[in-house]
């Protein structure tokens, strides 16, 4: 019984910021890998960052150098600040949270990220 809150989603134009939060409950182990996947209308969901429970990050190659991921433990929550954005960035964002004991993966329910050109 998992449960991931977005927070942080709006409109933004081209070249600004915005940060998301995601705060996760309903877990009394270990996240061991935490991040965020997006997904635009008629496409398919794509990886945008995760960051691990030692502080490893991983970025899809198109968020490289713009976004930036990050995780405080003691809140079971992780942050994506976002930089540069550009219309290519407009997609749902979804919280995605791994654990070594079930249920494995959660998702979160999305929060609108529009980057209006």
């Known amino acids: 019984q998992v449960q991931l809150v977005e927070s942080g989603g709006g409109l933004v134009q081209a070249g600004g910021s915005l940060s998301l939060s995601c705060a996760a409950s309903?877990?009394?182990?270990?996240?061991?890998?935490m991040g965020w996947y997006r997904q635009a209308p008629g496409k398919e969901r794509e990886l945008v960052a995760t960051v691990s429970s030692g502080g490893s990050t991983n970025y899809g190659d198109s968020v490289k150098g713009r976004f930036t991921i990050s995780r405080d433990n003691a809140k079971n929550t992780v942050y994506l600040q976002m930089g540069s954005l550009m219309p290519e960035d407009t997609a749902v964002y979804y919280c995605?949270?791994?654990?070594?004991?079930?249920?494995?993966?959660?998702w979160g329910q999305g929060t609108q990220v529009t980057v209006s050109s």
């Open positions: 309903g877990i009394t182990f270990t996240i061991n890998l």
């Open positions: 995605y949270v791994y654990t070594y004991r079930s249920p494995f993966v959660s």
